[in-house]
C-alpha cells in the first residue's frame, strides 16, 4: 500500500478512531492525540501490514494500545460519576455561563436527551475495568467481531466474551438503579433537568417518549433496553453532532471535576 493510499484511508477511518478514543479516555486532548499518533505509527509501520487484517481492525489495535498506555497509569473514575460532577456543576457558575454561551451561539450547541444518553453512558463507562469498557465499545458501538477484538485486544476469544459479558452485566445494573428513563424510580433524572434548563420551552416528557429507549423501559427487558442504549451511541459522532460542542463541554468539566475527585479521595 503506497503512502498515498494509506493516509486516504485513514481519514476515512479517523472519525470513528476519533470517537472510541474519546468515548474510552474522557478526554478530547488525549483523543486527538492518540489519533495522531496512531497516524505516525501506523505509517511507520506500513511495510507491515500484510492485509491479515482489516485496515480498521489494524489501525484500532494500534490506536487500543496507545489508549491502554495513557490510561493503565490514572485511576478509573466511580459508577456515580454523574452525581459528583453534577453537585460540581451547580456550585460552578463559570460552568453555566460558558455553556449557555455556546448554547446560544454555536451550531453544535444544541441540547438533545439522546446525546445526553450517549454522554451518561460514556461517563458512567470509565467506572468498568478498562478490557470490559473496550470490549462493549468495540463490538457494540463500532461492531467488530469477537474474532477481531481478540486481535485487537491481543487475547482470547473466551476473555473477549467474558469482557463482554461482566461489563453488560454491569451497565445494565447501573441503569436499572440510576437511568429514570429505565426504572422510574431511578436516581438520576438529567436527562429531563438539563433539558428543562437548556430547552426552557420544551415539554421534557414528551421529547423524552420520542425515544424508543424510554418507551421500551416499562416492558422490562433490561438486555434490550442496553441494545437500544447502544443503538443510540452508534447514531452519533460525539465531534460532530447538533450538540457537539454542548457536550464536549461537558465532558470536558466532568475530567477535571473526576480527576481532582480521585486525586482528593484515593479512590
Not at 478490557?131 to 469477537?146: D, G, H, S
Not at 438503579?177 to 428543562?196: D, F
Not at 433496553?225 to 465531534?239: A, C, T
Amino acid at each position: 500500500m503506497t503512502t498515498e493510499l494509506f493516509t486516504q484511508e485513514f481519514e476515512g477511518i479517523r472519525g470513528q478512531l476519533k470517537s472510541y478514543l474519546l468515548r474510552i479516555t474522557g478526554s478530547i486532548a488525549d483523543a486527538e492525540d492518540i489519533v495522531q499518533d496512531t497516524y505516525i505509527k501506523a505509517l511507520e509501520k506500513l511495510n507491515s501490514f500484510r492485509g491479515e487484517s482489516t485496515l480498521k481492525t489494524w489501525l484500532f489495535t494500534i490506536a487500543s494500545n496507545l489508549a491502554k498506555d495513557n490510561l493503565r497509569a490514572k485511576k478509573r473514575w466511580v459508577e456515580n460519576v454523574t452525581d459528583i460532577t453534577k453537585q460540581a456543576a451547580l456550585s460552578n457558575r463559570q460552568f453555566f455561563e460558558e455553556a449557555m454561551h455556546i448554547r446560544a451561539t454555536s451550531p453544535q450547541g444544541q441540547f438533545e436527551v439522546k446525546e445526553h444518553i450517549a454522554f451518561c453512558f460514556t461517563c458512567i463507562s470509565k467506572s468498568l475495568p478498562l478490557e470490559q469498557q473496550l470490549c462493549i465499545f468495540l463490538k457494540e458501538v463500532y461492531e467488530f467481531k469477537v474474532s477481531e477484538i481478540t486481535t485487537i485486544l491481543n487475547t482470547t476469544e473466551a476473555m473477549v466474551k467474558y469482557y463482554l459479558h461482566t461489563g453488560r452485566s454491569k451497565m445494565i445494573d447501573v441503569f436499572d438503579g440510576r437511568c429514570a428513563l429505565i426504572n422510574k424510580q431511578g436516581v438520576c433524572h438529567q436527562c429531563s433537568e438539563l433539558n428543562g434548563i437548556f430547552n426552557p420551552k420544551q415539554n421534557a416528557q414528551e421529547e423524552i417518549m420520542k425515544i424508543e429507549m424510554a418507551r421500551e423501559a416499562g416492558k422490562g427487558d433490561k438486555e434490550h433496553l442496553f441494545d437500544l442504549r447502544m443503538s443510540i451511541l452508534k447514531e452519533i459522532d460525539p465531534f460532530e453532532s447538533k450538540a457537539a460542542e454542548l457536550q464536549l463541554h461537558h465532558l470536558e468539566h466532568n475530567r477535571q471535576v473526576m480527576e481532582k475527585y480521585l486525586e482528593e479521595n484515593a479512590v
